[in-house]
């Protein structure tokens, strides 16, 4: 007689929560936050685990920052990227700000500075205010501004500090796209070692700005399709964690559209909205919502909408951090169980 109980994998096989995520089949759609800026800052390595606790720099802006995302309701997401050699300038920090646009989006649109080091938090704070519609002296780092906004910025976490499966498995992945894609773009693609960002059970992870979409439990052998699209799209479904652009239920309707609609769905100009969910106690997750993906294309030719209905299907159990005992846990799985277009 089959059992129902699936292979599910022991603590004893391994310390590293990914191949737990991985083994036992967790679905890394609807993990990423919803994000509507990007602050993106130069950091030299080794990076301690409380980097943003411990560095002087950064420490000086977290009031600010606080106050921004507590006070304001700001959608940031802070992160940091090592320096690189052929990239980087010494003396000078790098920062990019990316930001929404517009309600219907498909990218961020990007600020990159190139500041000397003194500077930094100087720009950041002017950021920062500018964000809380205060006055601000951004206008004074207009001559530190690069043009680059042709150019991708693929980043992966290699933060072993926070968890040892980011720098395990981050790190062969970002010297295989540092080496062999980023030189052959033509000054298109820079690839970059960055600091959590969140889900290192699907290391290695990845962001892609400045669409903002986010992958994880990437393999070697899909990279081509990821930098190039090249292929069908089915080949990246089990790597996405979703497009930072929507709230999780929206993220997971999300792919199903790309899936049907293929790569050129990433282009169009979309927005989601949660129509109705499970009510349910703050910090529990709901088993069922009603969403809404409003699209155009961008020549403004075409545009609609779909509805659906994304729903509880399972659990399986992984694992959130990397360690000899692991406490593993159940985590819902979901699927789109209705997907139409209404418009």
Not at 42 to 49: I, R
Not at 119 to 140: C, G, S, T, W, Y
Request: aromatic residues 12%; charged residues 20%; contains cysteine.
């Amino acid at each position: 007689m089959q059992t129902k109980h699936t292979h599910q994998f022991l603590t004893s096989d391994c310390r590293f929560c990914s191949l737990v995520s991985k083994a036992n089949g967790e679905d890394p759609i609807g993990t990423v936050g919803t994000y509507e800026h990007w602050l993106i800052m130069e950091v030299s390595q080794p990076w301690p685990q409380e980097i943003f606790q411990e560095n002087p720099t950064i420490k000086s802006l977290m009031g600010l920052f606080e106050e921004l995302i507590f006070k304001h309701g700001v959608k940031l997401k802070p992160m940091l990227i090592a320096p690189d050699r052929e990239y980087s300038h010494p003396g000078f920090t790098r920062l990019f700000y990316y930001y929404r646009p517009a309600k219907l989006f498909s990218q961020f649109e990007k600020q990159e500075f190139v500041v000397p080091e003194s500077k930094a938090a100087a720009l950041v704070r002017a950021i920062f205010k500018q964000l809380m519609q205060q006055p601000n002296d951004l206008l004074e780092f207009q001559q530190y501004q690069q043009q680059t906004s042709h150019i991708r910025e693929l980043m992966v976490c290699t933060h072993a500090q926070v968890d040892l499966a980011c720098g395990r498995f981050g790190t062969p992945i970002y010297r295989q796209l540092r080496k062999a894609y980023a030189p052959a773009s033509n000054g298109k693609l820079r690839v970059w070692q960055t600091t959590h960002f969140g889900g290192h059970q699907f290391a290695p992870t990845l962001v892609d700005l400045p669409q903002g979409c986010l992958w994880g439990h990437l393999q070697p052998d899909v990279l081509d399709l990821l930098v190039q699209r090249n292929g069908s799209v089915f080949g990246l479904r089990q790597y996405y964690r979703g497009w930072t652009g929507l709230s999780e239920f929206e993220q997971r309707a999300e792919r199903e559209i790309w899936m049907q609609s293929g790569w050129s769905w990433l282009d169009y100009l979309k927005a989601g909205k949660v129509l109705a969910m499970e009510e349910v106690a703050q910090g529990q997750d709901a088993d069922w919502a009603e969403v809404r993906i409003d699209f155009a294309v961008p020549d403004g030719s075409t545009s609609g909408a779909y509805e659906a209905r994304v729903e509880v299907c399972g659990e399986v159990m992984s694992a959130f951090n990397s360690a000899k005992e692991m406490e593993l846990e159940a985590v819902r799985q979901y699927r789109v169980s209705r997907l139409i277009q209404v418009e």
